[in-house]
């Protein structure tokens, strides 16, 4: 089951996929991708000799025209399934209608409260005890597709950010991957009666 991540920074989530589902159950990281040069990621991908694109905006006319050459390299990679970690830019319809059903990103958020950027600040301006992660299908919304998997944690006493996201960070390791291996397993359907819920088998 090859899949391609893309990621734009730090990439502690396309590490976590890297240790934990990479070479594991059919499932093979074939390609890295990012629209930052020198993200840290793409590093990180090098180590484990997958092989790594940068699509800078600045070397293509348009979106339309980097995200074209983005999903020519992913397909030439032979990946079905597009992960994206930390991936800080919107894809186009032209990008996701050539991947239907088949990206998906993680939001440090229990969507769809606090979707977008700066979701953790937004949930702790807002004042919430509880906070999580959403692993969901990409739609041309920003943060708005079907829900795959949630997990909520309880942090009443939070203060800053940086708190938050250390819990936040540890669930994302555990469940970016696990998103990944259900899909693997064909274990993730869209429900044909309402499109906006997934279908797990347990
Ligand atoms: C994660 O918090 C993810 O939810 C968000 O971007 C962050 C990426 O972190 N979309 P990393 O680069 O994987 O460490």
């Not at 905006?57 to 050459?69: C, N, Q, S």
């Amino acid at each position: 089951f090859p899949i391609a991540v893309l990621a734009s920074g730090t990439g502690s989530n396309l590490q976590a996929i890297l240790d934990s589902v990479h070479g594991r159950e059919g499932i093979e990281v074939v390609a890295v991708g990012s629209n930052v040069a020198d993200a840290p990621a793409l590093e990180r991908a090098r180590r484990a000799g997958v092989p790594t694109a940068a699509f800078p905006l600045a070397d293509h006319p348009d979106r339309a025209a980097r995200d074209a050459a983005l999903a020519d390299w992913i397909e030439r990679q032979g990946a079905g399934l597009v992960v994206l970690a930390g991936y800080m830019q919107l894809l186009t319809p032209g990008f996701l209608a050539r991947f239907p059903q088949a990206v998906v990103n993680v939001h440090p958020a229990l969507l769809p409260a606090f979707p977008g950027l700066r979701a953790v600040e937004q949930a702790l301006e807002h004042g919430v005890r509880v906070f999580g992660v959403t692993v969901h299908f990409v739609d041309e919304g920003v943060d708005t597709g079907p829900i795959i998997l949630q997990r909520a944690v309880e942090l009443p006493h939070a203060r800053d950010a940086g708190e938050v996201f250390e819990h936040i960070h540890a669930i994302e390791h555990e469940l970016l991957p696990e998103a990944i291996r259900l899909i693997a397993r064909g274990a993730v359907s869209v429900d044909p009666a309402n499109p906006r819920r997934v279908l797990l088998e347990p």
